[in-house]
Each structure stands twice: as structure tokens, then as C-alpha cells.
């Protein structure tokens, strides 16, 4: 099992930042995959990032490209989203997920084994 809580999340105004971060506990295994996902009322969960833990390949959303970044840091088993530049639209909850086992970077959310209880990130105008 892989415990996740999310913190950093709240409200702030359009063009500001927030940096989200996913504390990780529990198992560890020694190739995987983290990423962040969110969700805004009535809408599918989204693809934000991932990073593998092993190499720090990563991928992002086109959506957020230029103005997240995601990273990790491994011996804090953390892993972070640096958001800049935040619009009204990037108003969800965003969460923390781990897969396990993977050789390339998942997109999907059922792909994804653990996930965490999510943070709200309100983005006004």
C-alpha cells in the first residue's frame, strides 16, 4: 500500500502561483510513476503531469505546458507542481496519483493505482 496526502492548495487570484505538494508513504517500489491529476465540478478527472520516480522523465498536459512544472524530490518522497500563471479554468481539485511497475508515463486515471484525497485550487477573476 502507498499513502498519499496532497497539501498546498487554495484560493488565489488569476495570474498568481501555488505550489502543490503529494507527501508519499508506505511501500516503495523501485520503478514508478507520479502524477497529478484534477477535476472541476461536472467534468472528468484530467490529466495534469507525471514523472517517473527513476530518471525524471516527465510529461505535462498542453494545457499547463510553460506554466507548471512538475518535480520530485526522492529522499522526502515528495513530489510537487509549481503552478504559475494560474487562469479561472485551472479551478479543480487536484490529486496525487502513483502507478507502479510502468515502463513509460500513464495518461489515464484508471492506469492508476493510488491515489490521494485531493486539494482545492480556486483560481479567481
Known amino acids: 500500500q502507498v499513502q498519499l496526502v496532497e497539501s498546498g492548495g487554495g484560493l488565489v487570484q488569476a495570474g498568481g502561483s501555488l505550489r502543490l505538494s503529494c507527501a508519499a508513504s508506505?511501500?516503495?517500489?523501485?520503478?514508478?510513476?507520479m502524477g497529478w491529476f484534477r477535476q472541476a465540478p461536472g467534468k472528468e478527472r484530467e490529466f495534469v503531469a507525471a514523472i517517473s520516480w527513476i530518471g525524471g522523465s516527465r510529461y505535462g498536459a498542453d494545457s499547463v505546458k510553460g506554466r507548471f512544472t512538475i518535480s520530485r524530490d526522492n529522499a522526502k518522497n515528495t513530489l510537487y507542481l509549481q503552478m504559475n500563471s494560474l487562469k479561472p479554468e485551472d479551478t479543480a481539485v487536484y490529486y496525487c496519483?502513483?502507478?507502479?511497475?510502468?515502463?513509460?508515463?500513464?495518461?489515464?486515471?484508471?492506469?492508476?493505482?493510488?491515489w490521494g484525497q485531493g486539494t482545492q485550487v480556486t483560481v479567481s477573476s
Open positions: 508506505g511501500r516503495t517500489f523501485s520503478t514508478y510513476v
Open positions: 496519483a502513483v502507478v507502479t511497475g510502468v515502463g513509460f508515463i500513464p495518461k489515464r486515471a484508471d492506469e492508476y493505482t493510488y
